[in-house]
């Protein structure tokens, strides 16, 4: 900045401030990337209501752009300078202002003064439209720019397919994906395939994820590092932690995500000295690791109950690197000693943190208590949260299970009465399979699926069979405390089991059951799913909310430690 000061300074002195081609070029001059943009831009933005700047379009396009990731208010202002004193818009401004003010949500506004000032039919606005409604959660009204486009190009669609995909609605960008190509016969580019890649990640789907790669092969986009650690996240959200480690080898150049990508994929399939291997790879290799890496780190500590590889990761923040520990880094560590069982040094801890502890950290501490049936500490858990979010389901349902697991059953009744005054509703859980493109739903308790009946009554058979392989249903997280055979019938409808039953019905011939669920996985269900890949020789892979849990030969991955 000292320059930019100096050179202005010049320009006074020499009585050029106000000549407007003097001002133009010192403008353009604090916007050249060799600078510090953010200050420069912003010195160079409070000249425009003090002194006589070139109605240039140019000019101040390029000042907007400079101003839209630092100071988008800023970029804003000078956007409506620039309409009040009548400087000409080109077929850039819009699309920069647009950009510029997503923080705003103000994309109906310019919508209006586009199709007004008559730029509703370029291609270019149209597309910054398509992404500043996308942006702004707004899916339907890109959807309708889209429609009523009269000419599309390949940005066009990449919009539409990243619009689906960022807005959780992944088989909506497959489907524009595949549209583009038949519709259009638009040959992709990288932009549009990491849309596409993230959404298949979203689903879940090997199958897809596998065409999907090849794809990108075939089209020869070459594994640049945003496509390569775009591959291995998907794979190892579709379960296939195997083919990311694959897509990582093969890698010409890898940067700081890359390698905190797998070691993240690595941790949370059970691969803990794996991951941490790879985190100390890393630093050899002469990258510095920044926050996400050091917590991908400690979540591989703790998902592994390595607790002293926890510990030495913690400090080295500091005292290698001097990062300073962020709120998630505290809550990691939370999570490795509640893990290990080690509660009164957790909530030690947590008394000495230098920050605040928030609810997501005492809800750490209170899913370790109930792991490890520690009612006490639980209870006392609990009341910091009900200080900060006191209606949150899960917290309830933990707190139910730990009554539930020691036998208390009248004041397990009382928590669930306490969710019934409060209103919280428990999220049902639900898992999916992906089998021949098509997709499985299983809810726990609900009969909707077409082969309800077929499927529960051979789930029975199914259980009967595993428990003369030693297989005894878990019954302690049933509600009341009723009879034992009305327990088992309670547990043996969760959703992740009908999911399991359905494959083994209808696609006997597969040897791998992938499936996908949304709360964490039970203890019954869990010790369900190593009976049968011992009986059924089948492997299962399970993802829930936290993890992967690959099931073979009658055990996990996560070592029963999750």
Not at 290 to 310: P, Q, R, T
């Amino acid at each position: 900045m000292e320059r930019v000061y100096k050179l202005h300074a010049t320009l006074i002195k020499t009585g050029q401030h106000n000549n407007p081609h003097s001002l133009r070029s010192f403008i353009l001059h604090c916007t050249d990337s060799s600078l510090s943009l953010s200050e420069a831009a912003r010195y160079a933005a409070s000249l425009f209501s003090r002194f006589p700047i070139p109605k240039d379009p140019f000019l101040y396009n390029t000042l907007v752009r400079s101003l839209t990731l630092s100071s988008p208010s800023r970029a804003f202002s000078l956007f409506t300078h620039m309409h009040r004193n009548d400087v000409p818009f080109d077929r850039f401004t819009f699309p920069l202002v647009l950009k510029a003010c997503l923080p705003f949500k103000s994309g109906h506004h310019f919508h209006s003064l586009i199709i007004k000032l008559g730029f509703h039919s370029n291609v270019y606005v149209q597309n910054a439209l398509i992404n500043a409604y996308s942006a702004c959660g707004f899916i339907d009204d890109a959807v309708k720019v889209f429609d009523e486009m009269p000419h599309r190009d390949l940005v066009s669609w990449s919009s539409l397919v990243s619009c689906f995909a960022s807005n959780g609605l992944p088989g909506e960008a497959l489907a524009t994906f595949r549209g583009m190509q038949v519709v259009e016969g638009e040959k992709p580019d990288g932009v549009v395939m990491l849309s596409v890649i993230s959404a298949v990640s979203s689903l879940g789907a090997l199958e897809l994820g596998i065409w999907v790669h090849g794809f990108v092969v075939r089209s020869e986009l070459g594994l640049s590092v945003a496509l390569g650690t775009a591959l291995i996240d998907m794979y190892s959200r579709c379960g296939s932690i195997d083919r990311s480690v694959k897509v990582f080898n093969e890698m010409p150049h890898r940067n700081v995500v890359t390698w905190t990508t797998l070691i993240n994929g690595l941790a949370v399939h059970g691969r803990s000295r794996e991951a941490l291997n790879a985190f100390y790879d890393m630093r050899r290799s002469g990258l510095k690791p920044d926050h996400v890496a050091f917590s991908s780190a400690l979540v591989a500590c703790s998902h592994g109950g390595l607790v002293e590889d926890g510990w030495r990761v913690f400090e080295s923040m500091r005292s290698e690197y001097g990062i300073e520990p962020k709120l998630e880094h505290f809550g990691c560590m939370v999570d490795l000693l509640g893990r290990a069982g080690m509660l009164l040094e957790a909530f030690k801890f947590v008394d000495e943190m230098p920050t605040k502890p928030n609810s997501v950290i005492w809800r750490t501490l209170l899913g370790a208590c109930v792991n490890h049936n520690d009612l006490v500490l639980a209870k006392k858990a609990k009341e910091q949260i009900n200080r900060l979010d006191p209606h949150h389901d899960g917290d309830y349902v933990l707190l139910s299970n730990v009554y539930g697991g020691v036998g208390k059953w009248v004041e397990r009744a009382d928590v669930r009465d306490s969710m019934r005054e409060n209103r919280i509703i428990k999220e049902p859980g639900w898992s999916l399979v992906h089998i021949d493109q098509e997709v499985h739903e299983f809810v726990s308790g609900d009969n909707s699926h077409p082969q309800w009946e077929e499927i529960t009554e051979f789930l029975v058979s199914v259980v009967d069979t595993l428990k003369v392989g030693g297989y005894t249903p878990n019954t302690s997280i049933v509600l009341h405390d009723i009879q034992e055979e009305e327990k088992e019938h309670c547990m043996g409808y969760h959703s992740e089991k009908l999911a399991v039953a359905y494959v083994l019905l209808h696609h006997r011939d597969r040897k791998t059951i992938r499936v996908i669920k949304n709360l964490r996985i039970c203890f019954d269900c869990h010790n369900f799913m190593k009976h049968v890949s011992v009986v059924f020789e089948k492997e299962i892979i399970v993802r829930d909310r936290n993890r992967f849990h690959h099931f073979r030969n009658g055990s996990c991955s996560c070592r029963d430690f999750w």
